[in-house]
């Protein structure tokens, strides 16, 4: 698949405010993703400057930092509660800023992992089999359900944060309430045991997919950031029919959940084949090593060309 880089000029962008930092625990990632993309769209020509939205300690005003200055576009580089579930996209729309990636709808949902099942599985779309946790879980019940092993998660969490793999109702248990020191929406899933893929979107098109390879038990908060054993691979192991397949699941759950622009699905392929959709990420990581950039350059985009066409797919 061909995909040309923009042809707009870089002045015709106007000030360009690269939002960033932002106070959930994905600010380190999202003060690394904002800096390069600020360099990048410098090094593209387009009159961009960074603004971190609460300051390093915490104290800054972001709606008194969005409106200090005439902003044409912000590029979103946030993630996480706060930056990626809506809200900041909530007072762009009030102060009539346009911004990149998802609206209000779409972020809100996109980062609740739980309802993106709910609605998945309504159009049939396949994501593992959930059961929602409280503390009065009956543990041994739900682990018959799904069954065990399953994966713990907060419903609104990114980066792997707070999740664990558990093979007991005791380990169900005792998970949950890791789990809910982060988030009070927990939920317990299917544990699929297979192969791992992520499919970047930009414009309504899958790039090549990505086959993600740890000797981790799972891709966890290490083995994304930290870790130099952790393979990123176009040889995706799949056929022509399955490739297909699979950008085309990632497109129908990017456009169930109402996403625009650019965005990143996770999944996963059971031993028998099946897909299954993890999540989808309306704000995903754009240091030069993240995934959506390796993406983008293997089809033909460089960094420079991939945040300026994010750019320009603003509507
Ligand atoms: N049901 C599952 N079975 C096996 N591994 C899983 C499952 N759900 C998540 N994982 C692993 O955990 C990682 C993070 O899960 P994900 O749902 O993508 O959340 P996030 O990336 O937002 O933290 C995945 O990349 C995958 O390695
Ligand atoms: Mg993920």
Redo the contacts with the bound molecule.
């Keep these: 698949m061909q995909i040309l880089p923009s042809e707009r000029s870089p002045a015709s962008f106007g000030r360009v405010a690269v939002l960033m930092g932002g106070n959930s625990s994905e600010r380190p990632v999202s003060l690394n993703s904002g800096k390069a993309v600020l360099a990048a769209l410098q090094r593209a020509g387009v009159d961009a400057f960074g603004i971190d939205l609460y300051g390093d300690d915490g104290s800054a005003n972001p709606m008194a930092q969005l409106q200090a200055q005439p902003i044409d576009i912000a590029f979103i580089a946030l993630h996480g509660p706060g930056g990626e579930d809506g809200t900041i996209q909530g007072a762009l729309e009030m102060l009539q800023i346009p911004y990149t990636g998802s609206g209000v709808m779409a972020s809100a949902l996109g980062m609740d ?1 739980m309802r993106c099942k709910q609605l998945w599985s309504s159009l049939q779309l396949p994501s ?1 089999p959930y059961r929602l946790l409280s503390s009065s879980s009956n543990w041994d019940a739900i682990a018959k359900a799904l069954p065990l092993p ?2 713990v ?1 907060p419903a609104h ?5 707070g ?1 664990v ?1 558990v093979e007991t109702p005791e380990q169900l248990a005792s998970a949950y309430d890791s789990a809910s020191g982060y988030d009070s929406c927990v939920f317990a ?6 192969r ?1 893929y ?1 499919v970047a979107i930009l414009d309504n098109q899958a790039l090549p997919v990505i086959r ?1 390879e ?1 000797p981790h038990q ?3 908060y290490d ?2 950031y930290l870790a130099n054993d952790t393979r990123y691979d176009f040889d995706t192991l799949l056929d022509e029919t399955q490739t297909e397949e699979i950008k085309s699941l990632a497109l129908k759950a990017f456009s169930a959940v109402g996403c625009r622009g650019w965005g990143r699905v ?1 999944l ?1 392929q059971d031993a028998e084949g099946q897909f ?1 959709l ?2 989808v ?1 309306t704000s995903p990581g754009m240091t030069d090593h993240s995934l959506v950039p390796m993406a983008a350059r293997e089809a033909g985009l460089s960094f420079e060309q991939l945040v300026v066409k994010i750019l320009a797919s603003v509507g």
């Design positions: 992992k593992p399953a994966m998660k969490e990114g980066s792997s944060i999740m793999r899933e299917r544990w699929i045991q297979g791992e992520t993600l740890t799972f891709y966890d083995a994304k996770d996963m299954w993890l999540e990420n």
